[in-house]
């Protein structure tokens, strides 16, 4: 699976669309699978919901958007492009919202007003025009006015002045959508890899990829941020022990599936973590004011980081699956996303430098299967 769609609250349900290919696992075939949820913890699959059987997507039912349309200029280069529809069936082309001189292509673009501010979500690409084949791509957000019924955003340039929404290894395709209480929910595609990443992480599996949980946005000091959507810490099950040795605090889940959430006395506090005999780690340096965090690569015998400048570490919340990782740190303000590659050593996390930290709160996550429906079948082709 890959990219989030059509992401909707209807008749009661958050409706999850995503784009798949049920026959292979690489992105050769797409079609539109739909998962559905009444509270966005319990989730059951419905099995395809587009699948390209015209000539109109004989490549594949891909990315779509209600207004707003990213792609490639005749230069090359990406922009977006504004479409307006009183219906839903008939549209009428408004011009380009906003463009970039640096990348190649604009993906999966979203617009919403946020806590009373314009949002754009987008995906800027690095491509090999030759090949036609990505080379680096990352998610980007802007914040400004943006003026109906003319369409102009105030700041169309897409390479300047931009927040990047994720820190970490795997994010991309970010779409959203309203909630019945107006909260702004997120999910993302969490993925990040080349091809010969994939080829390794789905050896032997029946599947390979996920999206993000979902995720609460909002504005706070003219940063968008994001959060576990409330209903998830629902989720949190009984209180996983911890103990003290020489090292730190050491605490032993069962499986690599937990919570953990710590605060932090001061600015200056530093830290490290350690998941699984280094299949991932989190540290701060506040010396250097920097956040590294770091996972063990699948393909070489080497470790991979990514390092992001804070001022200050107040708090760090983890939620940890079976071969993922979200941290939110300082409430939302910074966001890291990866696939941890699982090894075969035990489950276990190892904390140090925590000193003054009055409690550690690590617990089991209530496993929730999404459940299949029964007329997947009929829609096998």
Known sequence: MNDPN??????????????????????????????????????????????????DDRDGVYSGSGQVIGGQRRNLKGAIALCRSADGRHWEDQGTLAVSDQYEMIECPDLF?????????YNPQKRNTETDKPEFRFSAYKLGRFEEPAGNFEDPDLDTDFGELD?????????????????????AWMSGMDAEQEAVFGKDEPNIH?????????????????????????LLGQKIKTEEDEEGVRGTPDGRTFFLKLNFPGADHGFQAVFQDKEAALRYVPEEKKLIFSRRSWIRDAEET???????????????????????VNGGETV????????????EIRLSG????????????????????????????
């Open 336 to 347: 890291l996303s990866a696939r941890i590659f699982p090894g075969e050593g035990p489950a």
């Open 113 to 121: 007003l946020l806590d009373g501010q314009w949002v754009l979500l």
């Open 210 to 234: 996920c999206l993000t949980m979902p995720r609460e946005l909002f504005i706070r000091n003219g940063k968008l941020c994001q959060r576990p959507a409330r209903e998830l810490y629902g």
């Open 6 to 55: 059509g992401l909707c609250w209807y008749c009661g349900k958050y409706r999850v669309f995503f784009q798949w290919n049920r026959l292979k696992k690489d992105h050769s075939y797409k079609e539109w699978g739909l998962f559905t949820s009444e509270n966005l913890t319990k989730w059951q699959f419905e099995g395809s919901a587009l699948i390209p059987g015209q000539d």
């Open 306 to 328: 990514r390092e992001v400048g804070l001022d200050r570490l107040e708090e760090v919340e983890i939620w940890s699956d079976q071969s993922s990782m979200e941290i939110f």
């Open 167 to 187: 820190a970490g290894f795997d994010f991309y395709a970010p779409q959203t959508l309203e909630a019945p209480d107006g909260r702004r929910i997120l999910f």
């Open 354 to 381: 925590i000193a003054g930290v009055s409690d550690i709160q690590l617990h089991e996550i209530i496993k929730s299967v999404p459940k299949q429906n029964d007329k997947q079948e009929e829609n096998k082709i």
